[in-house]
């Protein structure tokens, strides 16, 4: 501990990655995917019994005050959040970073040298080109004394790959230093192989299997979104590092479709009472 750290106020938490610190337990992470942007439904999934849950910023209208309320609600709850941005961008990652994002998920990643363009948004100089403020919610206002210092071991990168170009780049994306993992789309990977609408095609989770052993064997850690809940369970059993065995969105319109679709049902089957 530098001496910056340890002037830190009294009774203050250690300047550490959650999401890091979880992994060390050597089991699968399981997580749940938030695209309803509803502090209530994050509130309660916090506490639902999830490892991680990531706040998409990608595909759902999340803004960067909107991800610091998640955060916010988060910080009071056992689950660790991850912020998905919805680019590879410097201003955002910086944006993003200040508010006290400490596990980021970039989507789209294509290559080494893009991955090294991430790697060096998020850390200050000499290590990168991260912009310097004197106080936010990542420094805990200025309180965390050894903040600059300390910033780099707060931080937990993750990059998707999720295209054939990538896939066949995976080698070489794990093996830059700073990469921490490398989550595999299923969406978007199938779109890319041809097969647009069939994430849980089985040469799309042949593909995704093989980039992950890569990962691995390059010292990574190799995340994975389960494209249902069949392949939530093979991916959980099968080595991954985390998985999305859940998306809140889903679940909520699917069960709401269900009950529809079966009460109308009854409802065709009945007649109304009239009268006494």
């Known amino acids: ?79 660790v959040p991850i912020v998905r941005l919805p680019w590879n961008d410097p201003v955002l990652l910086k944006q993003f970073l200040d508010i006290g994002t400490q596990t980021i998920m970039l989507p789209y990643v294509q290559s080494a040298e893009e991955a090294r363009r991430a790697v060096a948004a998020i850390h200050y100089p000499p290590r990168g080109t991260r912009g310097v403020a004197a106080m936010h919610r990542a420094s805990r206002y200025g309180f965390a004394r050894g903040y600059l210092g300390a910033a780099s071991d707060t931080l937990f990168l993750i990059v998707q790959a999720e295209t054939k170009e ?47 052993a890569k990962v691995r064997a390059a010292g990574k850690v190799a995340g994975v979104l389960a494209a249902s809940a069949d392949l939530a369970e093979r991916h959980v059993r099968n080595g991954y590092h985390f998985v999305s065995v859940a998306n809140e969105a889903a679940m909520l319109f699917t069960a709401a479709e269900t009950s529809a679709r079966n009460h109308r049902a009854i409802a065709a089957e009945s007649r109304v009472r009239t009268g006494g």
Do not use: C
């Not at 209208?61 to 709850?77: E, F, G, K, N, Q």
């Not at 093996?175 to 609408?197: I, Q, T």
């Open 1 to 79: 501990m530098n001496q910056q750290q340890s002037e830190a106020p009294a009774g203050q938490k250690p300047l550490t990655n959650p999401f890091r610190d979880a992994l060390q337990a050597g089991r699968p992470l399981v997580g749940i995917w938030s695209m309803l942007n509803s502090a209530n439904a994050v509130e309660g999934l916090g506490w639902a019994g999830y490892d991680w849950l990531l706040i998409d910023g990608e595909h759902a209208p999340v803004s960067v005050a909107d991800a610091l309320m998640h955060l916010r609600i988060l910080a009071a709850t056992p689950t």
């Open 166 to 212: 990538a896939l066949a780049a995976v080698e070489e994306i794990a093996a830059v230093e700073g990469v921490d993992a490398v989550f595999f789309g299923p969406g978007d990977l199938a779109a890319s192989m041809g097969k647009l609408g069939q994430a849980g095609d089985a040469e799309v989770t042949a593909a995704i299997d093989a980039a992950a």
